[in-house]
C-alpha cells in the first residue's frame, strides 16, 4: 500500500526510532511494512530511499530502490537496525534533497565510503560497504533514523523548482 511521505514538521522525524526486534522481523507487520515502503518510494518521481519515519513509523528501517542498481532482488536493499560501523576520514560536499522536505537541496558534508550492519527482510544479520551516492544514502537514512534531517546539517539550502514551475 502507498503511504503518505510526512513532511519536516511531523514529530516522528526528528524523534529516535526504536529497534525492530529480531524476532519479529519475519512476522506480517514488519514484512507488510517493507511492503509499504517500496510500494511507497517506487510511487515517487525522484526518490532512492526511503525511512520508515518518513511514513509515520517510529522504527530503525529504510530500503533503497532497486531501480538506482538496476537490482532485482528486494533483500539485500532492506535494512533492519543499521548501524554506521565505519566512516572514511575523506568527506564530500553533496547537493542532497529528501522525500520529507520537498522543493529543497543543500549541501552536506558525508563520508565518502562507510560500512553498515543491519538485518535484512530475512532476520539474517549482514554488512555492505558503499561509497558514492549508496554511502550518502546510507548516512541520509540513518540520520533519519537518529532524528535528523539533512536540512539539520546542511549549508547552503535552496529552493529547486518544482516540474510546474519550470
Same mark, same amino acid.
Given at each position: 500500500?502507498?503511504?503518505?511521505?510526512?513532511?519536516?514538521?511531523?514529530?516522528?522525524?526528528?524523534?529516535?526510532?526504536?529497534?525492530?526486534?529480531?524476532?519479529?522481523?519475519?512476522?506480517?507487520?514488519?514484512?507488510?511494512?517493507?511492503?509499504?515502503?517500496?510500494?511507497?518510494?517506487?510511487?515517487? *518521481?525522484?526518490?532512492? !530511499?526511503?525511512?520508515?519515519?518518513?511514513?509515520? =513509523?517510529? #522504527?530503525?528501517?529504510?530500503?533503497? &530502490?532497486?531501480? %538506482?542498481?538496476? *537490482?532485482?532482488?528486494? !533483500?539485500?536493499?532492506?535494512?533492519?537496525?543499521? =548501524?554506521? #560501523?565505519?566512516?572514511s576520514k575523506e &568527506?564530500?560536499? %553533496?547537493?542532497?534533497?529528501?522525500?520529507?522536505?520537498?522543493?529543497?537541496?543543500?549541501?552536506?558534508?558525508?563520508?565518502?565510503?562507510?560500512?553498515?550492519?543491519?538485518?535484512?527482510?530475512?532476520?539474517?544479520?549482514?554488512?555492505?560497504?558503499?561509497?558514492?551516492?549508496?554511502?550518502?544514502?546510507?548516512?541520509?537514512?540513518?540520520?533519519?533514523?537518529?532524528?535528523?534531517?539533512?536540512?539539520?546539517?546542511?549549508?547552503?539550502?535552496?529552493?529547486v523548482p518544482t516540474q510546474?514551475?519550470?
Open positions: 500500500m502507498v503511504r503518505e511521505i510526512l513532511q519536516k514538521e511531523h514529530k516522528v522525524l526528528h524523534e529516535k526510532a526504536k529497534e525492530i526486534p529480531v524476532s519479529s522481523i519475519r512476522g506480517d507487520d514488519v514484512q507488510s511494512l517493507i511492503s509499504d515502503m517500496f510500494e511507497t518510494l517506487l510511487d515517487t *518521481e525522484k526518490g532512492v !530511499a526511503l525511512a520508515a519515519p518518513q511514513i509515520g =513509523e517510529p #522504527v530503525r528501517m529504510f530500503v533503497v &530502490s532497486p531501480n %538506482i542498481f538496476g *537490482e532485482d532482488e528486494k !533483500a539485500d536493499l532492506v535494512f533492519i537496525n543499521p =548501524e554506521l #560501523v565505519n566512516a &568527506s564530500e560536499l %553533496i547537493d542532497e534533497g529528501c522525500l520529507s522536505v520537498n522543493g529543497k537541496y543543500g549541501l552536506v558534508h558525508r563520508a565518502s565510503k562507510v560500512m553498515v550492519t543491519a538485518y535484512d527482510k530475512e532476520g539474517n544479520k549482514f554488512s555492505r560497504g558503499a561509497s558514492g551516492l549508496l554511502a550518502q544514502i546510507f548516512q541520509h537514512e540513518i540520520g533519519h533514523l537518529n532524528g535528523e534531517l539533512y536540512v539539520d546539517i546542511a549549508t547552503e539550502v535552496h529552493d510546474k514551475e519550470e
